[in-house]
């Protein structure tokens, strides 16, 4: 009811509202009048208020009015008809243009009020219409917006990620391509290193390795020859010193036993006795004048270009030294054997 209320009744006064539920109730009871002849409404006032209580309240609530109640206090007429039968027609005729009248006034208001109703109604739902067409057109927009956004973005993204794909794919072949020219270059020098280390192998290792070969068994030759040539030496030496050691001690006791049959003789004899041990020691001089040449393993001679060369030069040298001796042992002990040997012996 509150909703049909509002839908008839609202923006209108209560004036208004009230002039429409009186339209409305008089309506219904000329309708009921019209049924019933005055005799009828003034004997049964019960029945004609039940009947227009009946039609009347029906109506009302389907505008949101509530009919509590109807009753009828009075009824009467302008022309005294309940009063004067003979006019009984008159009323009648009146009766039926007044309520000819109110129910075209009726009808007018009510077609006229469902007009208004209508229009309303219609204008409200039209506004609702078109909120609702207005609203499910931003939603389908929106959504279709989305959609459309969305799939912009996904083609977007699968041409950025296929764009990605292809760089990535062309980058991968360029680089095998790069590997396997590589791995041929590489093929290629390791190739052309085995060639020329084959060459090398052939014209310089090889070679050099023989010759490596042959000096380092020259090397170990020669090695071994100066090792076994320093032994022999050593033990040379050694025997040397052994045997020089034996001869010294053994002169050493020859010499002792000479020296003392000497100082009896240089007694005996002075001068012979000096003469003697002067040619005694003379071969020692010597030897020890050639020692020098038997301990060189080397000896280079330089020829000026007259003279002997080769050995007999060595040995003149030898001998040159040696004739100088009396002249030195003169010098030295003042005795020159030349004119011992010329003088006669004297004997103690």
């Known amino acids: 009811m509150l909703a049909a209320a509002c839908q008839m009744f609202l923006g209108k006064t209560e004036a208004e509202i009230a002039h429409i539920a009186l339209e409305t109730l008089e309506g219904h009871q000329r309708a009921i009048m019209a049924h019933m002849t005055v005799e009828e409404i003034y004997k049964d006032r019960q029945k004609f208020s039940e009947q227009v209580f009946k039609v009347a309240s029906s109506d009302l609530v389907n505008m949101g009015i509530s009919v509590v109640s109807y009753t009828l206090k009075d009824i009467h007429d302008d022309q005294d008809y309940l009063h004067s039968l003979g006019k009984a027609r ?84 360029r680089v095998q391509v790069q590997v396997v020219e590589r791995a041929q270059q590489v093929a290629v020098q390791e190739q052309e290193i085995a060639r020329r280390e084959k060459e090398l192998e052939a014209r310089v290792r090889k070679p050099a390795e023989a010759e490596r070969y042959k000096l380092e068994r020259l090397a170990e030759a020669e090695k071994s020859q100066l090792i076994m040539q320093a032994e022999a030496e050593a033990e040379a030496v050694r025997m040397r010193g052994e045997a020089e050691a034996f001869a010294i001690g053994a002169r050493a006791r020859a010499e002792a036993e ?91």
Do not use: C, W
Not at 131 to 148: G, P
Not at 289 to 309: D, H, M, R, Y
């Open 258 to 348: 000479q020296m003392a049959k000497k100082a009896e003789a240089f007694q005996m004899y002075q001068e012979a006795a000096q003469l003697d041990m002067l040619l005694e020691k003379l071969p020692q001089v010597a030897e020890e004048i050639s020692g020098p040449l038997t301990s060189a393993n080397k000896i280079t001679l330089v020829s000026s270009g007259s003279g002997t060369v080769g050995a007999s030069k060595v040995t003149g040298e030898v001998l040159d030294i040696l004739s100088r001796l009396p002249e030195s042992v003169e010098r030295l002990t003042g005795i020159s054997i030349s004119q011992v040997n010329h003088k006669p012996l004297r004997t103690a």
């Open 90 to 173: 008159t009323a009648q005729v009146q009766k039926d243009a007044r309520i000819g009248e109110a129910e075209a006034k009726r009808d007018a208001g009510i077609r006229e009020a469902k007009a208004k109703q209508e229009k309303v109604s219609a204008q409200y739902l039209s506004e609702i219409e078109m909120a609702k067409a207005q609203r499910d057109y931003e939603l389908k927009k929106a959504a279709y917006d989305i959609e459309v956004n969305t799939r912009r973005a996904q083609a977007d993204l699968a041409y950025q990620l296929q764009v990605a794909k292809t760089k990535q794919q062309i980058e991968e072949q």
